[in-house]
Protein backbone atom coordinates (compact mmCIF):
# COMPACT_ATOMS: atom_id res chain seq x y z
CA UNK A 1 0.00 0.00 0.00
CA UNK A 2 2.56 2.27 -0.23
CA UNK A 3 3.47 5.06 -3.01
CA UNK A 4 6.20 3.58 -4.48
CA UNK A 5 9.84 4.77 -5.91
CA UNK A 6 9.55 6.08 -9.13
CA UNK A 7 13.08 8.18 -7.91
CA UNK A 8 14.92 5.07 -7.76
CA UNK A 9 15.47 5.80 -11.68
CA UNK A 10 15.79 9.32 -12.73
CA UNK A 11 14.68 8.50 -16.04
CA UNK A 12 11.87 6.44 -15.35
CA UNK A 13 8.62 8.29 -16.90
CA UNK A 14 10.93 10.94 -19.04
CA UNK A 15 9.77 8.12 -21.86
CA UNK A 16 9.48 9.45 -25.42
CA UNK A 17 10.23 13.27 -24.07
CA UNK A 18 6.12 13.80 -22.62
CA UNK A 19 5.65 16.72 -23.87
CA UNK A 20 2.75 18.80 -22.46
CA UNK A 21 0.70 21.06 -23.95
CA UNK A 22 -2.30 23.21 -22.63
CA UNK A 23 -5.96 21.76 -23.76
CA UNK A 24 -9.64 22.52 -22.34
CA UNK A 25 -13.63 22.56 -22.42
CA UNK A 26 -16.00 20.78 -19.78
CA UNK A 27 -18.75 20.53 -17.71
CA UNK A 28 -18.21 19.45 -13.95
CA UNK A 29 -20.33 19.46 -11.08
CA UNK A 30 -17.59 20.37 -8.11
CA UNK A 31 -18.95 21.28 -5.12
CA UNK A 32 -16.28 22.97 -3.41
CA UNK A 33 -15.47 26.21 -2.63
CA UNK A 34 -12.11 28.43 -3.04
CA UNK A 35 -10.84 31.94 -2.78
CA UNK A 36 -7.28 31.48 -5.16
CA UNK A 37 -8.86 32.99 -8.36
CA UNK A 38 -6.89 32.19 -11.59
CA UNK A 39 -3.75 32.01 -10.46
CA UNK A 40 -3.40 28.65 -8.71
CA UNK A 41 -1.71 26.97 -10.65
CA UNK A 42 1.90 25.62 -10.70
CA UNK A 43 4.19 25.90 -13.12
CA UNK A 44 7.56 23.74 -13.63
CA UNK A 45 9.47 23.78 -10.72
CA UNK A 46 7.67 26.00 -9.07
CA UNK A 47 7.28 24.76 -5.13
CA UNK A 48 3.57 23.56 -4.08
CA UNK A 49 4.16 26.15 -1.05
CA UNK A 50 4.08 28.88 -3.46
CA UNK A 51 0.45 28.35 -4.87
CA UNK A 52 -2.24 30.63 -3.80
CA UNK A 53 -4.31 29.94 -1.12
CA UNK A 54 -7.26 27.77 -1.50
CA UNK A 55 -10.41 26.97 0.49
CA UNK A 56 -12.74 23.78 -0.06
CA UNK A 57 -12.93 20.15 0.30
CA UNK A 58 -11.95 18.12 -3.13
CA UNK A 59 -13.00 14.55 -3.55
CA UNK A 60 -11.38 11.81 -4.77
CA UNK A 61 -11.96 7.85 -4.99
CA UNK A 62 -9.88 5.15 -6.53
CA UNK A 63 -7.18 2.32 -6.21
CA UNK A 64 -7.19 1.10 -2.65
CA UNK A 65 -3.16 0.45 -3.21
CA UNK A 66 -3.01 4.68 -2.89
CA UNK A 67 -4.34 4.74 0.40
CA UNK A 68 -1.66 4.96 2.58
CA UNK A 69 -0.15 7.61 0.59
CA UNK A 70 -3.18 9.63 0.96
CA UNK A 71 -3.55 9.26 4.13
CA UNK A 72 0.00 11.02 4.52
CA UNK A 73 -1.00 13.48 1.57
CA UNK A 74 -4.37 14.51 2.81
CA UNK A 75 -4.18 14.27 6.85
CA UNK A 76 -0.06 13.89 7.41
CA UNK A 77 1.63 16.37 9.47
CA UNK A 78 4.09 17.32 6.10
CA UNK A 79 0.83 16.62 4.08
CA UNK A 80 -1.01 19.11 1.94
CA UNK A 81 -2.48 21.19 5.13
CA UNK A 82 1.29 22.22 5.55
CA UNK A 83 0.90 24.32 2.67
CA UNK A 84 -2.70 24.01 1.84
CA UNK A 85 -4.16 24.72 5.85
CA UNK A 86 -7.56 25.59 4.07
CA UNK A 87 -7.84 22.30 1.30
CA UNK A 88 -9.60 19.01 2.37
CA UNK A 89 -9.31 15.91 0.25
CA UNK A 90 -11.33 13.05 0.95
CA UNK A 91 -10.58 9.89 -0.40
CA UNK A 92 -12.55 6.80 -0.76
CA UNK A 93 -9.92 3.51 -1.65
CA UNK A 94 -12.70 1.64 -3.34
CA UNK A 95 -10.68 0.34 -6.25
CA UNK A 96 -9.27 1.80 -9.36
CA UNK A 97 -12.43 0.60 -11.49
CA UNK A 98 -14.59 2.16 -8.88
CA UNK A 99 -13.02 5.14 -9.06
CA UNK A 100 -12.60 5.56 -12.92
CA UNK A 101 -16.55 4.85 -12.73
CA UNK A 102 -17.31 7.35 -10.18
CA UNK A 103 -14.86 10.22 -11.99
CA UNK A 104 -16.89 9.39 -15.29
CA UNK A 105 -20.26 9.96 -13.81
CA UNK A 106 -18.90 13.42 -11.83
CA UNK A 107 -19.34 12.22 -8.23
CA UNK A 108 -15.68 12.55 -7.63
CA UNK A 109 -13.11 15.40 -9.06
CA UNK A 110 -10.44 12.99 -9.64
CA UNK A 111 -9.42 9.58 -9.43
CA UNK A 112 -6.75 7.20 -8.40
CA UNK A 113 -5.83 3.97 -10.81
CA UNK A 114 -3.56 1.43 -10.83
CA UNK A 115 -4.22 1.78 -14.79
CA UNK A 116 -4.38 4.59 -16.98
CA UNK A 117 -7.70 5.29 -18.38
CA UNK A 118 -8.55 3.20 -21.52
CA UNK A 119 -9.52 5.19 -25.23
CA UNK A 120 -13.61 4.09 -24.38
CA UNK A 121 -12.91 5.43 -21.10
CA UNK A 122 -11.43 8.71 -22.32
CA UNK A 123 -14.54 9.42 -24.37
CA UNK A 124 -16.80 8.54 -21.75
CA UNK A 125 -15.07 10.98 -19.34
CA UNK A 126 -15.14 13.60 -21.73
CA UNK A 127 -19.04 14.02 -20.47
CA UNK A 128 -17.40 15.72 -17.42
CA UNK A 129 -14.11 16.57 -18.09
CA UNK A 130 -14.82 18.42 -22.06
CA UNK A 131 -13.77 17.00 -24.72
CA UNK A 132 -9.83 16.97 -23.97
CA UNK A 133 -11.04 14.95 -21.84
CA UNK A 134 -8.87 13.93 -18.51
CA UNK A 135 -4.98 13.43 -18.05
CA UNK A 136 -3.68 10.50 -15.89
CA UNK A 137 -0.11 11.98 -13.95
CA UNK A 138 1.62 9.00 -12.55
CA UNK A 139 1.97 8.74 -9.26
CA UNK A 140 4.59 5.52 -8.72
CA UNK A 141 5.88 2.84 -9.85
CA UNK A 142 4.58 -0.67 -7.85
CA UNK A 143 5.93 -4.45 -8.39
CA UNK A 144 3.23 -6.49 -8.56
CA UNK A 145 4.61 -9.72 -6.33
CA UNK A 146 3.43 -12.98 -6.67
CA UNK A 147 2.89 -13.71 -3.21
CA UNK A 148 2.32 -16.82 -1.63
CA UNK A 149 2.00 -18.63 2.00
CA UNK A 150 3.50 -22.04 1.61
CA UNK A 151 4.83 -23.72 5.08
CA UNK A 152 8.74 -24.47 4.64
CA UNK A 153 8.68 -22.39 1.86
CA UNK A 154 10.24 -18.95 1.07
CA UNK A 155 11.91 -18.66 -2.11
CA UNK A 156 10.23 -19.57 -5.64
CA UNK A 157 11.27 -19.29 -8.56
CA UNK A 158 8.44 -19.03 -11.59
CA UNK A 159 8.14 -18.33 -15.09
CA UNK A 160 5.17 -16.40 -16.72
CA UNK A 161 3.35 -20.08 -18.07
CA UNK A 162 3.66 -21.19 -14.64
CA UNK A 163 2.01 -18.36 -13.52
CA UNK A 164 -0.84 -18.17 -15.81
CA UNK A 165 -1.38 -21.97 -15.49
CA UNK A 166 -1.58 -22.01 -11.71
CA UNK A 167 -3.82 -18.95 -11.86
CA UNK A 168 -5.86 -20.40 -14.80
CA UNK A 169 -6.17 -23.86 -12.21
CA UNK A 170 -3.87 -26.25 -15.05
CA UNK A 171 -1.15 -26.90 -11.95
CA UNK A 172 -3.13 -26.66 -9.03
CA UNK A 173 -0.75 -28.77 -6.61
CA UNK A 174 2.70 -26.96 -5.27
CA UNK A 175 4.96 -30.01 -5.94
CA UNK A 176 3.48 -30.19 -9.91
CA UNK A 177 6.47 -30.78 -12.14
CA UNK A 178 6.51 -27.61 -13.99
CA UNK A 179 7.33 -25.98 -10.64
CA UNK A 180 9.61 -28.63 -9.58
CA UNK A 181 11.42 -28.05 -12.93
CA UNK A 182 11.89 -24.51 -12.12
CA UNK A 183 12.94 -24.93 -8.37
CA UNK A 184 15.58 -27.39 -7.92
CA UNK A 185 16.75 -27.98 -4.52
CA UNK A 186 13.32 -27.01 -3.06
CA UNK A 187 11.33 -29.34 -1.40
CA UNK A 188 8.19 -28.83 -2.58
CA UNK A 189 4.71 -29.93 -0.58
CA UNK A 190 1.95 -32.23 -2.06
CA UNK A 191 -0.21 -29.50 -1.13
CA UNK A 192 -3.39 -28.01 -2.84
CA UNK A 193 -2.28 -24.74 -4.76
CA UNK A 194 -5.10 -21.67 -3.50
CA UNK A 195 -4.76 -19.07 -5.94
CA UNK A 196 -6.46 -15.80 -4.88
CA UNK A 197 -7.23 -12.60 -6.58
CA UNK A 198 -9.11 -9.33 -6.94
CA UNK A 199 -13.12 -10.27 -6.43
CA UNK A 200 -13.51 -5.93 -7.58
CA UNK A 201 -12.54 -4.18 -10.41
CA UNK A 202 -8.78 -3.42 -9.89
CA UNK A 203 -6.01 -2.01 -11.73
CA UNK A 204 -4.02 -4.11 -10.57
CA UNK A 205 -5.82 -6.72 -11.95
CA UNK A 206 -5.60 -5.55 -15.38
CA UNK A 207 -1.99 -4.91 -15.21
CA UNK A 208 -1.39 -8.58 -14.19
CA UNK A 209 -3.82 -10.31 -17.00
CA UNK A 210 -1.95 -7.83 -19.11
CA UNK A 211 1.32 -9.64 -18.35
CA UNK A 212 -0.41 -13.10 -18.57
CA UNK A 213 -1.54 -12.23 -21.77
CA UNK A 214 1.54 -10.64 -23.56
CA UNK A 215 4.21 -13.38 -21.99
CA UNK A 216 2.34 -16.44 -21.69
CA UNK A 217 -0.25 -15.97 -24.54
CA UNK A 218 -0.61 -19.92 -25.26
CA UNK A 219 -1.27 -20.69 -21.62
CA UNK A 220 -3.68 -17.75 -20.54
CA UNK A 221 -6.33 -17.12 -23.06
CA UNK A 222 -8.63 -14.18 -21.61
CA UNK A 223 -7.98 -10.56 -22.71
CA UNK A 224 -6.70 -7.74 -20.00
CA UNK A 225 -9.10 -6.46 -18.18
CA UNK A 226 -9.72 -4.80 -14.99
CA UNK A 227 -12.13 -7.51 -13.95
CA UNK A 228 -11.02 -11.08 -13.24
CA UNK A 229 -12.44 -13.76 -15.88
CA UNK A 230 -15.85 -14.62 -14.52
CA UNK A 231 -15.48 -18.29 -15.61
CA UNK A 232 -12.20 -18.62 -13.58
CA UNK A 233 -13.08 -20.12 -10.44
CA UNK A 234 -11.04 -19.24 -6.41
CA UNK A 235 -11.36 -17.56 -3.81
CA UNK A 236 -11.13 -13.95 -3.85
CA UNK A 237 -11.06 -10.62 -2.04
CA UNK A 238 -12.24 -7.40 -2.55
CA UNK A 239 -9.18 -4.50 -2.43
CA UNK A 240 -5.49 -4.94 -2.13
CA UNK A 241 -5.73 -5.31 1.53
CA UNK A 242 -8.85 -7.86 1.19
CA UNK A 243 -6.51 -10.35 -1.19
CA UNK A 244 -3.47 -9.67 1.16
CA UNK A 245 -4.83 -10.40 4.50
CA UNK A 246 -6.54 -13.65 2.91
CA UNK A 247 -3.74 -15.40 1.52
CA UNK A 248 -2.07 -14.79 5.03
CA UNK A 249 -4.77 -16.29 7.03
CA UNK A 250 -4.37 -19.17 4.00
CA UNK A 251 -2.18 -22.06 3.85
CA UNK A 252 -1.16 -22.89 -0.32
CA UNK A 253 -2.34 -19.54 -1.36
CA UNK A 254 -1.04 -17.60 -4.15
CA UNK A 255 -1.92 -14.05 -5.12
CA UNK A 256 -0.98 -10.97 -6.66
CA UNK A 257 -0.47 -7.22 -5.23
CA UNK A 258 1.68 -4.57 -4.90
CA UNK A 259 4.94 -5.59 -3.19
CA UNK A 260 4.51 -2.41 -0.51
CA UNK A 261 1.30 -4.15 0.76
CA UNK A 262 2.38 -7.60 0.85
CA UNK A 263 5.02 -7.56 3.56
CA UNK A 264 3.69 -10.56 5.30
CA UNK A 265 4.12 -13.28 2.51
CA UNK A 266 6.87 -14.47 0.65
CA UNK A 267 7.26 -13.40 -3.01
CA UNK A 268 8.36 -15.52 -6.21
CA UNK A 269 11.28 -13.97 -8.28
CA UNK A 270 10.16 -14.15 -12.20
CA UNK A 271 12.11 -15.54 -14.88
CA UNK A 272 13.47 -13.24 -17.49
CA UNK A 273 15.58 -14.31 -20.11
CA UNK A 274 17.84 -17.03 -18.11
CA UNK A 275 17.69 -15.34 -14.62
CA UNK A 276 14.64 -15.00 -11.97
CA UNK A 277 14.41 -11.62 -10.58
CA UNK A 278 13.38 -10.62 -7.32
CA UNK A 279 10.54 -7.74 -6.86
CA UNK A 280 12.00 -4.69 -5.83
CA UNK A 281 11.19 -1.10 -7.06
CA UNK A 282 14.31 -0.84 -9.08
CA UNK A 283 13.76 -3.60 -10.92
CA UNK A 284 10.58 -2.41 -11.59
CA UNK A 285 11.32 0.64 -12.88
CA UNK A 286 13.43 -0.70 -15.24
CA UNK A 287 10.94 -2.00 -17.43
CA UNK A 288 9.22 1.12 -17.28
CA UNK A 289 12.39 3.05 -18.54
CA UNK A 290 11.79 0.29 -21.73
CA UNK A 291 8.43 1.58 -21.90
CA UNK A 292 6.30 3.93 -24.35
CA UNK A 293 3.68 6.98 -24.04
CA UNK A 294 0.60 5.75 -24.81
CA UNK A 295 -1.55 7.91 -27.52
CA UNK A 296 -4.24 9.98 -26.02
CA UNK A 297 -7.17 12.28 -26.92
CA UNK A 298 -5.41 14.58 -24.07
CA UNK A 299 -1.88 16.50 -24.87
CA UNK A 300 -1.08 16.38 -21.39
CA UNK A 301 -1.30 12.96 -20.78
CA UNK A 302 1.43 10.76 -18.86
CA UNK A 303 0.54 7.44 -19.20
CA UNK A 304 2.79 4.52 -20.21
CA UNK A 305 2.36 1.27 -22.14
CA UNK A 306 4.51 -1.64 -20.62
CA UNK A 307 6.16 -4.30 -22.98
CA UNK A 308 5.65 -7.36 -20.93
CA UNK A 309 6.60 -9.59 -23.48
CA UNK A 310 10.00 -8.04 -23.82
CA UNK A 311 11.17 -7.28 -20.38
CA UNK A 312 15.01 -5.92 -20.18
CA UNK A 313 17.21 -8.30 -18.38
CA UNK A 314 17.34 -7.13 -14.92
CA UNK A 315 14.00 -5.79 -14.75
CA UNK A 316 11.09 -7.25 -13.10
CA UNK A 317 8.04 -7.59 -15.60
CA UNK A 318 4.79 -7.93 -13.26
CA UNK A 319 4.56 -3.90 -13.00
CA UNK A 320 2.28 -1.14 -12.26
CA UNK A 321 2.61 2.54 -13.28
CA UNK A 322 -0.27 3.96 -10.64
CA UNK A 323 -2.11 7.41 -11.65
CA UNK A 324 -3.98 10.21 -10.46
CA UNK A 325 -6.42 11.48 -12.80
CA UNK A 326 -7.32 15.22 -13.15
CA UNK A 327 -10.25 16.70 -15.87
CA UNK A 328 -8.64 19.37 -18.46
CA UNK A 329 -11.76 21.41 -17.56
CA UNK A 330 -13.62 21.57 -14.70
CA UNK A 331 -16.89 23.99 -14.67
CA UNK A 332 -15.59 26.75 -12.10
CA UNK A 333 -12.51 28.39 -11.10
CA UNK A 334 -12.63 26.81 -6.95
CA UNK A 335 -12.31 23.26 -8.42
CA UNK A 336 -9.86 24.12 -10.75
CA UNK A 337 -7.66 26.29 -7.92
CA UNK A 338 -8.08 22.77 -5.53
CA UNK A 339 -7.27 20.14 -7.93
CA UNK A 340 -4.46 22.19 -9.30
CA UNK A 341 -3.50 22.47 -5.56
CA UNK A 342 -3.89 18.96 -5.25
CA UNK A 343 -2.15 17.57 -7.25
CA UNK A 344 0.49 19.65 -7.80
CA UNK A 345 1.77 19.28 -4.14
CA UNK A 346 1.38 15.42 -4.93
CA UNK A 347 4.05 15.33 -7.13
CA UNK A 348 6.36 17.90 -6.20
CA UNK A 349 9.13 16.84 -4.05
CA UNK A 350 7.51 18.03 -0.56
CA UNK A 351 4.37 16.14 -1.08
CA UNK A 352 6.49 13.21 -2.32
CA UNK A 353 8.88 13.69 0.57
CA UNK A 354 5.65 13.48 2.80
CA UNK A 355 5.18 9.96 1.79
CA UNK A 356 8.59 8.78 2.37
CA UNK A 357 8.46 10.05 5.65
CA UNK A 358 5.06 8.08 6.32
CA UNK A 359 5.50 4.58 4.65
CA UNK A 360 8.94 4.23 3.49
CA UNK A 361 8.56 5.30 -0.38
CA UNK A 362 11.28 7.00 -2.74
CA UNK A 363 10.38 10.04 -4.28
CA UNK A 364 9.14 10.83 -7.53
CA UNK A 365 12.29 12.17 -9.74
CA UNK A 366 12.95 16.18 -10.26
CA UNK A 367 12.28 15.75 -13.48
CA UNK A 368 9.08 14.32 -13.30
CA UNK A 369 7.85 16.35 -10.79
CA UNK A 370 8.29 19.20 -12.83
CA UNK A 371 6.43 17.62 -16.00
CA UNK A 372 3.63 16.65 -14.20
CA UNK A 373 3.54 20.86 -12.62
CA UNK A 374 3.97 21.37 -16.27
CA UNK A 375 0.86 19.29 -17.38
CA UNK A 376 -1.56 20.25 -13.86
CA UNK A 377 -0.74 24.08 -15.03
CA UNK A 378 -2.87 23.86 -17.92
CA UNK A 379 -6.44 22.81 -16.12
CA UNK A 380 -8.61 25.22 -16.24
CA UNK A 381 -12.51 26.28 -16.31
CA UNK A 382 -14.65 25.13 -19.38
CA UNK A 383 -15.69 27.80 -21.35
Not at 239 to 245: L, M, P, R
Not at 304 to 323: F, H, L, Q, R
Amino acid sequence: MKLTRIGQAAAVLSIAALGLTACGGSNNPGTSSSGAGTSGSASGSASASDAPQVTGTLTGSGASSQQSAMAAWAEGADGIKSVQSGLKVQYSPDGSGAGVKKLIAGQVQFAGSDAALDADEQKQVQTFCGPEGAMNIPVYIAPIAVSFKLSGVDKLNLDASTVAKIFSNKITKWNDPAIAALNEGVTLPDAKITPIHRADESGTTDNFTEYLHSAAASDWSWDPAKAWPSDLAGESAAKTSGVVGLAAQTEGSITYADLAAATNLSHASIKVGEEYVVPTEEAAAKIVEASKRVESTNKNDMAVEIDYSNAPAGSYPVTMVSYQIFCQTYKDQATVDMVKAWGTFVSSQAGQTAAQDEVGSAPLAASISDEAAKAIATITVAK
